[in-house]
Every structure is written in C-alpha cells, then in structure tokens.
C-alpha cells in the first residue's frame, strides 16, 4: 500500500483554505480536494503489511502533548519562478520534534529523511498559462493568516491513486499526550 505519516487539520481550516482556492481557478492549476488537505511529516511510499506493523510501533513511541498549529503565508515550490507545488505555511515548535523522532523511528527502518518544510498543498501546476495571474495571487497572499487548529493525532494514511485524484484513508491514529 502506498503510504504516507500526516496531520490532518480541521474542517474550520480546511473551509477557509477551500475558500482561497476558489482564487486559483486558473488553467493547469488543480487545487487539491478539500477532503484532502493535511499537513505530511514522511511520505513512505509503497509499504507491506510487516512493514505497516513496524511503521505503527515506531509511531507508538512518539513522545508529544496535543499542540495549537498555525496556518499561515502562501508559497511555492520549488520557486516562484518554476512554480509546481502552491502551499500553506504551517508553524508550531511541535510540528519538527514530531518529524524528527519519526524520523529517526523510520530511519532504522531503511526510509530516507527529506529536508522539513512544513506545509499543506493547496495545488499543484501541471502546466501554467497564466503566470501573471498566479504571481498576483501569490503576492496577494504571501501573509495571509487562516487561523490556529488543535493538533491531537498523528495518522498513517493510505493513499489510492484515481484518475480523479487521490483517496486517503486512514490506517492508524497516534493520539498525542
């Protein structure tokens, strides 16, 4: 199964990052659907039962109380100028102790560590027509503020690729302390 660690936020959150996407109706743009709007830690990838099991025991010894996240500043990847991946910035001094123990949990399980940015894609660009447009956006956007959500869980999810887009479904919840 294809698999990733997240954060999910809540549907106040996820309403107003809807309601920002609805500014991003521009050709080769596809926002993500509102459903699936998170926060990933570790993207793992495809993942067998044995390693499924494994995966939850290392996320069973995440050691972190329940924590307020921050929304906020819009960006890209991997730049303004080569546009891919439009985000929400998220912030709390939680959100890297949570990615740095799973991290080292995963690490002893064979899963490469990425540099952590924390943030919720709002869309991606296939292919962009309309630059200007984009960049106005992004400007228009860059301090915006959607507001604070409680962090209790850690979830394992699973993701199915649809020519619709994906579907996640949840494995596993590691509640916080």
Known sequence: MRTFIAIETSEELREKMAELQKQLAIEGVKPVEKENLHLTLHFLGE?????KDKVIKGM????????EMSCEVV????????IRVIWVGAEAPELKQIYD???TEFARLGFKQEQFSPHITL??????????????F??????VELGDCKVDGVF???ST????????ENVYEKKLL
């Open 138 to 143: 992004l400007e228009e956007n860059e301090q």
């Open 75 to 82: 960006g890209a990847f991997p730049s303004k100028n080569y």
């Open 101 to 103: 123990q799973l991290g």
């Open 156 to 158: 394992l999810k699973k």
């Open 47 to 51: 993942i067998d039962e044995v390693m």
């Open 123 to 136: 869309a991606r660009v296939k292919f962009l027509k309309d630059k200007e447009k984009l960049t106005e």
């Open 60 to 67: 069973d010894k995440l050691n972190c109380k329940k924590f």
């Open 161 to 168: 690729l649809t020519p619709k887009g994906p579907i996640y």
